[in-house]
């Protein structure tokens, strides 16, 4: 861009140097051109014979060498030019596969193409600089030692690049099973959210397992990832996803098997043990994927660290080719283009001797020629006293043919008269066919103006329904964004609306475990109720044996007289006693089977509460697979639309090139109309001017 700007520069000052001096060089060229060659400097030593081919020589080896010299400096300009092209493009390789390595590490393959094609563009480009090639020679001896530099530090890049290369399998299969694992990641914690429902309440330590299962399952994809995607790896990251891996199998089988170990029993409910046996099936491929992430650690560290490396040495590397390209454009051509300039002006100095010696040679020939020229003179106005009736149109003269000079000339004329006889009868015939198909031209170019207006008029009309195409086409762009806004608006109410039904959920499972608790007092309270009515039973048989005795005390104070009358009082207030502790018998026991039937209400209750619950939180879970499935057809729907937007938007861009091509196209239109009504205008000339031609050969006579 500085090179070009400062050439326009240069050429504009050297426009305004030339109009300046022009003048003076007209003046000076008048004065070499009258100088005469027998005074030039050197030329006058030789003789007139030598003095021309001398001086062309020089001319001729000045010039050569000028050429020579100018193709010489012109090779040198572009071997400049293309040791810049090839370090700029070296500077972008080196940062186009740093880029490479970092998504390479990453698995990806599109990467691992780029990378090959920098590296073997960057070798080609290096080599070519170091040794020639791709149209340079080698680079000269003064760039060589940053060339060195470049090919040390290369060196480096180059070993990285492929290491990550040869280890393009195992890291983009690690990339395949992170997928995958991400993908079984969500099936597992989708049964782990399972196995939980379906779990009985009483059942704490099964439940509980299950619930750190899912925390489980969520730190081994996290672990997974951060493995995979950080720029180091922290070596208890992977310690911790390995023992995930293997704490996570022990409780699946401890759930399927019982464990000691866990203190825990094999879950005995049909339901919930296809759940975790599914669950096994699928955590086996997930193990699968995470074990073989972990087998190949190494090759991960090492491939993390060879891109880190490549990284690092890309800022250097950028650096020593900026460098060496601003090296590049600093070599000159020496002074090759003085010496061609140089020889340039001693070829022009002798190409104007050369033209000095032909000016003379001229001059003296002139000379010469006049006085041959006064001596035809007479004899050619002798011939021209002769041509008189020619010049009024007679074609039926002979000019007198002599052995003087005109002799020839009379015989010629002779000739020409006789061919222009001929030549004014084409005339007169081809004035009459031009006129005939002047006429039929004018008729057609008339038939070719009308066709060319109504195809004016027709796409005229096109392009106006082309234009509205183009309105109609962008307002259905824009209601497709509209409609794309508002599925994104209708994703986030379905995002939202599964975030409730999951609160929902849970919170349903938390009301479920208090009515099971509740469940469990209530039926302790039956429980102690039954244990109290059993006493009262005890209780009022006491009383009845209490008070047999009192009545049999009674009889025996009776028989004994006036000796047993107070052991009487006492047999009649034990009676007494007796009796109304069976009374008060009789109504605990009434209270306690109203306790025990209001009891069995109760648990009865809570059953069919609990069991309203477990199905209110089946229904809500199958609430929010709808809901996600709704999140996902959203999704699906918002991308179609956004699909359908940026059709339409090609569209409309579509139609509006075809109406600008409308609109040239009436504009041609417009032109061969013009053209048309041109040429019938020009046809009508060209019939006048046949007409003006038959009137002006008329006045010669045959």
Known sequence: MASSKAGMVLGRGFTKFADRISPWVGRVMARWVAVDPGRLPILNRLPVEQRQPAVLLILLVSLALAIVLSAWNTVQVGNRAGYVEISTRLQMLSQRYTKSAQQAVLGNKAAFMQLEESRRDFAEGLNALIDGGLGVPASPR???????????????????????????????????????????????????????????????????????QALWTQRMAKNANALLSSDQINPETAYQLGQDLLTFRESLDGLLKGSAALGVAAVGDASARGKLEELRDVFARFEQRASHILKNMPQLVEAKRAAREIFDE???????????????????????????????????????????????????????????????????????????????????????????????IADSVNYAIEELRMLVQGINGAADQVSQAAGEARASSDELLAAAERQAAEIAETTAA????????????????????????????????????????????????????????????????????????????????????????????????????????VAEEVQRLAERSAQATRRIGAIVKTIQSDTQDAVNAMEGSTQGVVQGAARSDAAGQSLAEIETVSDELAGLIQSISDTTRAQVETAERIAGNMRRILAVTEQSSDGARRSADSIGQLAELSSELKVSVSGFKL
């Open 142 to 212: 003064f760039m060589q030692s940053g060339l060195t530099e470049l090919k040390q530090r290369w060196e480096v890049s180059r070993k990285d690049i492929q290491h990550l290369i040869d280890q393009q399998n195992v890291l983009v299969e690690l990339a395949q099973g992170l997928a995958e694992i991400n993908q079984r990641n969500a099936e597992l914690l989708d049964l782990t959210e399972q196995i939980i429902v379906l779990m009985p309440g009483d059942a704490r330590k099964q439940l509980a397992l299950a619930n750190q």
């Open 314 to 408: 890309s800022e250097q590397l950028l650096t020593v080719t900026r460098q060496l390209t601003q090296g590049y454009q600093g070599i000159g051509t020496g002074f090759t283009l003085v010496f061609a300039v140089f020889f340039a002006v001693v070829a022009l100095t002798a190409l104007l001797a050369l033209g000095v010696i032909s000016v003379g040679e001229a001059r003296r020939r002139a000379d010469e020629a006049a006085q041959e020229n006064q001596r035809n003179q007479d004899a050619i106005l002798r011939l021209l006293n002769e041509m008189g009736d020619l010049a009024e149109g007679d074609l039926t003269v002979q000019a007198t043919v002599t052995e003087d000079i005109t002799g020839a």
């Open 466 to 569: 082309v234009n509205q195409m183009s309105d109609s086409i962008a307002q259905v762009s824009r209601n497709a964004a509209e409609s794309a806004r508002v599925a994104e608006q209708s994703l986030d109410t379905a995002r939202k609306g599964g975030d409730s039904v999951r609160q929902a959920i849970v919170g349903m499972n938390a009301i479920r475990d208090q009515i099971q608790e509740t469940s469990k007092r209530i039926k302790r309270l039956g429980e102690s109720s039954q244990e109290i009515g059993e006493i009262v039973d005890l209780i009022a048989d006491i009383t009845d044996q209490t008070n047999v005795l009192a009545l049999n005390a009674a009889i025996q104070a009776a028989a004994a007289g006036e000796a047993g009358r107070g052991f009487s009082v």
